[in-house]
């Protein structure tokens, strides 16, 4: 769904005085809110600490749809980046708007090897979107010996549920690093509603073997999700869970939580998957290997999703 109400942006906060933040590689035929683009650059701006600078693009303009993304943002020192959309939607419905923002990181800190695990929505909602920083980068699915994709600097693949395994897992390698989207939906009301985009980790050997401590998981503020937790380890790896300073194992949770797994990853044997339904309360866990736990939810029309650990 793309409307008047759509706006996608990039937002830049500065952490040093004298931030010098450039966008270029913008798609051309755009037209940015305030207009300032010339070609498909904008205009450079100084920041100093705690000051913020943000870029967006409004529908209804069919140019405006995709015009940010693999827009290249750069600086001379270190900055953080928010990006998302407010209003639009990956599902097929009229009139249905969502939206989805998320923290990122700088092309170093991403990488070529990903694993993405399914929610319960349609094909359409369960989306990945890959965006190349180099050219020439090759992407191949589910552990093909030949790139199912090759796309330059700035340009992005979409992937649908359908590219999943029927274990409801998507391996991604490619040739260079890619900045790796994921959005997800849920089956339990018919106008999908319950749709949430995050950024994801890419595999690595530097990712922490705990997450410690969430609290509520179940909650943002005082409302009451019901959702999953979904686990990617090492296989064999053992897994440990402290849920309200209780101790368990995978074998000993208790029997209100569900467990789906360990499932395997097509293409990549070396990484097994899980999806916890049920969990709530104060929740660490604990594995002898990499670790990488997102967490999805949703309350009626309200919808949260994102990661607790990889970066």
Same mark, same amino acid.
């Given at each position: 769904?793309?409307?008047?109400?759509?706006?996608?942006?990039?937002?830049?906060?500065?952490?040093?005085?004298?931030?010098?933040?450039?966008?270029?590689?913008?798609?051309?035929?755009?037209?940015?809110?305030?207009?300032? /683009?010339? *070609?498909?650059?904008?205009?450079?701006? =100084?920041? $100093?600490? +705690? #000051?913020s600078?943000?870029?967006?693009?409004?529908?209804?303009?069919?140019?405006?749809?995709?015009?940010?993304?693999?827009?290249?943002?750069?600086?001379?020192?270190?900055?953080?980046?928010?990006?998302?959309?407010?209003?639009?939607?990956?599902?097929?419905?009229?009139?249905?708007?969502?939206?989805?923002?998320?923290?990122?990181?700088?092309?170093?800190?991403?990488?070529?090897?990903?694993?993405f695990?399914?929610?319960?929505?349609?094909?359409?909602?369960?989306?990945?979107?890959?965006?190349?920083?180099?050219?020439?980068?090759?992407?191949? /699915?589910? *552990?093909?010996?030949?790139?199912?994709? =090759?796309? $330059?600097? +700035? #340009?992005?693949?979409?992937l649908?549920?359908?590219n999943?395994?029927?274990?409801?897992?998507?391996?991604?390698?490619?040739?260079?690093?890619v900045?790796?989207?994921?959005?997800?939906?849920?089956?339990?009301?018919?106008?999908?509603?319950?749709?949430?985009?995050?950024?994801?980790?890419?595999?690595?050997?530097?990712?922490?073997?705990?997450?410690?401590?969430?609290?509520?998981?179940?909650?943002?503020?005082?409302?009451?999700?019901?959702g999953?937790?979904?686990?990617?380890?090492?296989?064999?790896?053992?897994?440990?869970?402290?849920i309200?300073?209780?101790a368990?194992?995978?074998?000993?949770?208790?029997?209100?939580?569900?467990?789906?797994?360990p499932?395997?990853?097509?293409?990549?044997?070396?990484?097994?998957?899980?999806v916890?339904?049920?969990?709530?309360?104060?929740?660490?866990?604990?594995?002898?290997?990499q670790?990488?736990?997102?967490?999805?939810?949703?309350?009626?029309?309200?919808?949260?999703g994102?990661?607790?650990?990889?970066?």
């Open positions: 769904g793309y409307s008047d109400r759509h706006i996608t942006f990039a937002s830049i906060l500065a952490t040093e005085n004298n931030t010098v933040v450039s966008f270029k590689d913008i798609k051309s035929a755009v037209i940015p809110i305030n207009n300032l /683009l010339t *070609g498909t650059t904008l205009p450079s701006v =100084t920041l $100093n600490s +705690g #000051e600078y943000t870029i967006a693009v409004k529908g209804p303009y069919a140019a405006n749809n995709d015009a940010l993304i693999g827009a290249l943002v750069s600086s001379n020192k270190p900055i953080a980046v928010n990006c998302g959309s407010f209003a639009g939607s990956n599902g097929p419905l009229p009139g249905n708007i969502d939206l989805g923002i998320d923290q990122i990181v700088s092309a170093e800190r991403t990488g070529t090897e990903y694993i695990i399914k929610s319960t929505g349609n094909d359409y909602l369960e989306k990945v979107v890959l965006v190349a920083h180099e050219d020439n980068t090759e992407i191949f /699915l589910n *552990g093909s010996s030949t790139a199912n994709y =090759t796309i $330059n600097a +700035g #340009e992005y693949v979409s649908l549920g359908s999943y395994n029927v274990e409801g897992n998507l391996y991604v390698r490619s040739s260079k690093n900045f790796a989207y994921q959005s997800v939906g849920d089956d339990s009301r018919p106008d999908e509603a319950n749709q949430e985009m995050f950024f994801v980790p890419p595999l690595s050997c530097e990712t922490p073997k705990e997450i410690d401590n969430i609290p509520a998981i179940e909650s943002v503020g005082n409302r009451i999700f019901t999953r937790v979904t686990l990617t380890t090492k296989t064999g790896s053992a897994l440990k869970f402290l309200n300073a209780t368990y194992t995978l074998a000993t949770l208790p029997n209100y939580i569900t467990v789906v797994g499932t395997a990853v097509t293409g990549n044997p070396d990484y097994e998957c899980y916890l339904t049920g969990l709530t309360g104060n929740v660490s866990v604990f594995s002898t290997t670790l990488y736990l997102a967490a999805y939810g949703s309350d009626g029309a309200a919808t949260f994102g990661y607790y650990s990889g970066f």
